[in-house]
């Protein structure tokens, strides 16, 4: 914090950037919790139908490029659980990239429809755009990180007390209580102003997403 001492516009205006930026490294960086063997951009060919619940829609793809069990393969799209997917979307044609496994009755447990012969994958997200339905969420988790940090001393009673407890999850709440302590006693005790109150907002800010990268797999 010693950098703090001199601070210029310049500095700020590159923390500032960097803080905005940072999420969108971070999202490429980690990985999700659940690694799936078949990613690849595919066009759908032909909407084969659904499931009697109506959860599970069927379209015969065209693979373009990527991991995939075949060239041309049925995907399996369920409404509660396939992240990003629209139907009206994909309705239209366009070509997107998928991300699942193999259509198993381990994988799903619930109706299994065979489409002549042609191998099935079991969709978990679809992404239309520049981000996984996953790095989404994991901008905004680490975007709003700065302001779970400024609660986290009152998180940690309700931690110890959830069945979600785990030892990693304490250690950042209190590695975070120490980052917010930390900031709130150097702001008051050198009376920061401007440019210098400015960098040492950003650096909590940026030490915050930092300090979410290890629980971020978790969230997806």
């Known amino acids: 914090m010693a950098a703090l001492r001199t601070v210029s516009t310049r500095t700020v205006v590159f923390l500032t950037f960097t803080a905005l930026l940072l999420p969108l490294l971070l999202v490429h960086i980690v990985p999700t919790d659940t690694v799936e063997p078949y990613v690849f951009r595919a066009k759908p060919a032909e909407y084969l139908g659904e499931s ?73 997200q679809v992404k239309t755009g520049v981000l996984w339905p996953d790095q989404w969420t994991g901008m905004r988790v680490l975007y709003l990180s700065p302001l779970e940090t400024l609660v986290a001393p009152l998180q940690i009673p309700f931690l110890v007390r959830s069945d979600s407890f785990t030892w990693r999850t304490l250690t950042i709440l209190l590695v975070r209580c120490v980052l917010l302590g930390t900031t709130i006693a150097l702001v008051a005790r050198k009376k920061l102003r401007r440019e210098r109150l400015a960098a040492a907002l950003l650096l909590f800010a940026i030490a915050a997403m930092l300090l979410t990268m290890p629980v971020l797999g978790d969230l997806y």
Do not use: H, K
């Open 52 to 124: 009697g619940n109506g959860y599970l829609q069927y379209y015969r793809v065209d693979v373009l490029e990527g991991t995939a069990p075949a060239s041309s393969i049925v995907v399996a799209l369920d409404r509660n659980y396939s992240r990003g997917y629209a139907p009206d979307g994909l309705s239209a044609g366009g070509a997107c990239w998928f991300q699942g496994g193999l259509m198993t009755p381990e994988v799903f447990y619930g109706e299994q429809y065979l489409f002549f012969g042609l191998q099935q994958v079991y969709v978990r």
